[in-house]
């Protein structure tokens, strides 16, 4: 999906996540000038989509998506549990089991009985604790305003690994360093990942109410209906709420 993220408007879609398929969308939907006046672009860690980003818009400058790589870090948070939960014997399995989308789950956003069922958790399983506080350190990335900022915390993060006995969190932190310049881009290119994240919902949404699309054509232009924003003016807020006289042709 290829999207504007300065109008939260969808622009194309292609059919599969294969790199030529990226490079025709893009080549297709933005002309040559449109192409050099692109700075940013906000995309996963897909190989393809990296090299097809590269060859075509070879003025803009990659921004790792900040909930794709929590999303990596909540998979090494998750695979640490399912460890735990078969070696640490009953008492873990006492305070652990059912407990996978709570420990997944923001410290920020719990409350009352939540937070006193995790840290129930974290008494029983300290190396989950010490793993669950470096996943909520992550989100400090995108904090820092400068590039070296960035990369002299994640150094940090990862020297407080040393004799941790976490492998899942050492593999996620190997993984962080090398895709460390997209992450650290955002210093220069603050994009809204809010509006990323609206654009995949919305996009989810439509497919969900459609029950599934075969025709492309049609699913483009739901999107576009979905996330056009018409009213950009006065005069179309006056155009949206006056009542629209109803015509039969009968």
Same mark, same amino acid.
């Given at each position: 999906?290829?999207?504007?993220?300065?109008?939260?408007?969808?622009?194309?879609?292609?059919?599969?996540?294969?790199?030529?398929?990226?490079?025709?969308?893009?080549?297709?939907?933005?002309?040559?000038?449109?192409?050099?006046?692109?700075?940013?672009?906000?995309?996963?860690?897909?190989?393809?989509?990296?090299?097809?980003?590269?060859?075509?818009?070879?003025?803009?400058?990659?921004?790792?998506?900040?909930?794709?790589?929590?999303?990596?870090?909540?998979?090494?948070?998750?695979?640490?549990?399912?460890?735990?939960?078969?070696?640490?014997?009953?008492?873990?399995?006492?305070?652990?089991?059912?407990?996978?989308? =709570? #420990?997944?789950?923001? /410290?920020? &956003?719990?409350?009352?009985?939540?937070? *006193?069922?995790?840290? @129930?958790? $974290?008494?029983?399983?300290?190396?989950?604790?010490?793993?669950?506080?470096?996943?909520?350190?992550?989100?400090?990335?995108?904090?820092?305003?400068?590039?070296?900022?960035?990369?002299?915390?994640?150094?940090?993060?990862?020297?407080?690994?040393?004799?941790?006995?976490?492998?899942?969190?050492?593999?996620?932190?190997?993984?962080?360093?090398?895709?460390?310049?997209?992450?650290?881009?955002?210093?220069?290119?603050?994009?809204?990942?809010?509006?990323?994240?609206?654009?995949?919902?919305?996009?989810?949404?439509?497919?969900?109410?459609?029950?599934?699309?075969?025709?492309?054509?049609?699913? =483009? #232009?739901?999107?576009? /209906?979905? &996330?056009?924003?018409?009213?950009?003016? *006065?005069?179309?807020? @006056?155009? $949206?709420?006056?009542?629209?006289?109803?015509?039969?042709?009968?």
């Amino acid at each position: 999906m290829l999207s504007d993220l300065v109008r939260g408007e969808v622009i194309g879609l292609a059919k599969d996540r294969r790199e030529d398929s990226l490079r025709t969308l893009v080549t297709t939907c933005l002309d040559a000038h449109q192409r050099a006046a692109v700075d940013a672009v906000c995309t996963d860690m897909h190989r393809p989509y990296l090299n097809a980003v590269r060859e075509t818009l070879p003025r803009a400058e990659v921004v790792f998506d900040k909930f794709h790589v929590l999303q990596h870090a909540s998979a090494a948070l998750d695979e640490m549990r399912r460890q735990e939960f078969f070696r640490s014997g009953p008492a873990m399995r006492e305070h652990g089991r059912g407990k996978r989308w =709570l #420990l997944l789950r923001r /410290w920020k &956003t719990l409350r009352g009985s939540k937070r *006193a069922e995790l840290q @129930a958790l $974290f008494t029983a399983n300290r190396r989950l604790f010490k793993a669950y506080v470096l996943r909520e350190q992550l989100d400090r990335l995108w904090t820092y305003k400068t590039r070296p900022g960035v990369l002299n915390f994640l150094l940090g993060w990862i020297a407080a690994l040393r004799w941790q006995r976490l492998p899942e969190m050492e593999r996620l932190g190997d993984f962080l360093f090398r895709h460390v310049e997209g992450i650290a881009a955002y210093a220069d290119h603050h994009v809204r990942f809010g509006v990323v994240e609206a654009i995949n919902t919305t996009i989810k949404a439509v497919l969900r109410r459609a029950r599934g699309m075969r025709n492309e054509q049609m699913l =483009l #232009l739901k999107l576009k /209906w979905a &996330t056009a924003h018409p009213i950009r003016s *006065a005069r179309d807020l @006056a155009r $949206f709420l006056m009542p629209q006289t109803l015509y039969s042709n009968r």
